[in-house]
């Protein structure tokens, strides 16, 4: 299957400051690129959708100046967590979507844990 | 609204098989997903169904019923390692996954 990587896996950063997580399909190129956000032992719950040169989709509720969104190419997006907070703590997936001749394929990157203190 | 409906919880033994249903009503179908998630991870995605029948791959083998709103998910063969949740997502009309809450699968010697 397709691979789509996160990079940090992990981090720890203080209360006020920005985390850029980047996200990267490998060996494909992906026409839509979604970033979730996970609770402990809860579903994925999609923040964004972004498409390749375009503004990013985001879903009620989820604050874009705080949650910047870029699509740069068709193979890396990334999402800035700004002015964090420890409630911003939790678990981020970005996913990476792409469209064959026989349907789509969805593939998921191995998140990335955040921790604000 | 849209629902997509699994159990929550399912126990079978190691070398048994079982099978993981999934029900929905969404606005549109444009196919129908399972994904693995071992706890603390990100999910790994297994199948994508969008006509009916059954898509068989390994172990794993996936059945859709569009008429029915139905899917499931049977497992063969089961090993200790497929302990894990298992996910239902419907691509709807707006190319949106819409998300079930998962199923635990506990794997028992």
């Known amino acids: 299957g397709a691979v789509v990587s996160q990079h940090p896996s992990w981090v720890i950063c203080k209360s006020g400051t920005s985390v850029k997580i980047e996200c990267r399909s490998l060996?494909?190129?992906?026409?839509?690129m979604f970033w979730y956000r996970q609770f402990p032992k809860q579903s994925l719950m999609l923040m964004a959708t972004?498409?390749?040169?375009?503004?990013?989709?985001?879903e009620q509720g989820v604050e874009k100046d705080k949650f910047l969104i870029n699509h740069a190419s068709l193979t890396l997006s990334t999402l800035t967590v700004t002015s964090a907070h420890p409630e911003d703590s939790s678990f981020y997936i970005c996913?990476?979507?792409?469209?064959?001749?026989?349907?789509?394929?969805?593939?998921f990157g191995p998140g990335t844990r955040l921790t604000v203190t | 609204g849209q629902n997509i409906d699994q159990p929550t919880e399912m126990t079978a033994t190691e070398g048994a098989i079982v099978q993981i249903n999934c029900t929905y009503q969404?606005?549109?179908?444009?196919?129908l997903f399972w994904y693995q998630q071992h706890a603390g991870e990100a999910p790994t995605f297994l199948s994508y169904?969008?006509l009916d029948g059954l898509e068989e791959k390994g172990r794993f083998s996936s059945f859709l019923s569009r008429s029915k709103g139905y899917s499931y998910l049977l497992l063969k063969e089961l090993q200790m390692k497929d302990s894990a949740s298992y996910l239902c997502a419907v691509l709807d009309s707006n190319y949106q996954l819409i998300w079930g809450a998962g199923t635990k699968l506990i794997i028992k010697p």
């Open positions: 969404t606005s549109g179908f444009n196919g």
């Open positions: 972004s498409n390749e040169g375009s503004k990013a989709t985001y």
């Open positions: 169904n969008v």
């Open positions: 996913s990476a979507r792409v469209e064959r001749r026989e349907g789509y394929e969805q593939y």
């Open positions: 060996d494909f190129q992906a026409t839509t």
